[in-house]
């Protein structure tokens, strides 16, 4: 699975205060992810430069403020209104890399298990809500259970325990 070595985690939405913060809105895989990263990326002329996040705070509705070092005022941090921020891919666990709603879950035989209808945030690990015979699963999107994931096709295939889809 080709994937890039940046990931786009979020998007900032305006400047807070006047020493440089900003509110950004995250994407739903990357909720709880800013706590675990030392900094983030943005695009400048086409390159990925790195800044040091100083801190982040959870805001309401997905959204997040953050501190980012050399940005230190309202000025500077509007300029990057609109703007994404990145993150290395590499740095990212599974459910962090994609937005998975509409994905379709194979086990590792080839059998289709069902399709994502939605993602439950938690703090130790994402469900994956699965969409099977009219009936709702709970899968833990966990690495250990990913054989491969095809972004084009959206087809995620897992190896599961034995037992689990019974639950």
Known sequence: MAKSEYTDIAVVVKAHGLKGDMVVKLGSSHIFALKDFKSLFLKVQGAFIPYILESSAELNHGKAKIKLATITNSAQAEIWRGQSVYQLTSLLGV?????????????????????????????????????????????????????????????????????????
């Open 95 to 167: 459910d962090q890399q994609l937005d998975y709603n509409g994905f379709t879950i194979i086990d590792d035989l080839g059998n289709e298990i069902g399709e994502v209808v939605d993602i439950i945030e938690n703090p130790a690990q994402s469900l994956l809500v699965i969409e099977r015979a009219g009936q709702e699963i709970f899968i833990p999107l966990v690495d250990d259970f990913v054989v491969e994931i095809d972004e084009q096709k959206k087809v995620m295939k897992m190896s599961l325990p034995e037992g689990l889809l019974d639950l």
